[in-house]
């Protein structure tokens, strides 16, 4: 298998643009200091850029939650056809994605059967109390 995974990025909406081009909107970073739980999301996207694809790839998402969370056993799949000299992307779009408490989950990727990325998305409850300069 050859596949160049590069990067993923969490955003709140993906738009496609005129002209082949992609727009992201509401861009996360891989930290949310939340207020209340649960958190939902009406979209939480993810947009995975791979490099150059060589052959086709079967894409699959699995996500970890924290000890003691329950998520849908989705797992939502893509393929990706190979296409010679161009930079492959994935768009995955959940639709009212609810973090229900705070912790680590951790979203998988899985290629042909073959773990080749984990990207941990950790949601903290937001605690006033904490000076702004402590906060990482």
Known sequence: ???NYKCVLFCEDI???VGGRV????ILGNKLLVQDFPLVF???????EWGVVKENLNVTLNII???GVQLSSAHPTANIAAQ???ISRSMI????????KAGEYIFEFIVNNQVISREIFLVEKYNP????SKIN
Not at 42 to 48: S, Y
Not at 93 to 100: D, E, G, I, R, S
Not at 129 to 132: G, Q, T, V, Y
Request: net charge neutral.
């Open 65 to 67: 939650p924290p000890d």
């Open 84 to 86: 010679q000299g161009v």
């Open 23 to 26: 727009s992201l909107m509401g």
């Open 93 to 100: 779009v959940l639709t009212n994605f609810a973090f229900p």
């Open 129 to 132: 109390n904490i000076p702004a």
């Open 1 to 3: 298998m050859s596949v």
């Open 15 to 17: 738009r496609q643009e």
């Open 42 to 48: 009406p979209k939480l996207c993810l947009f995975i």
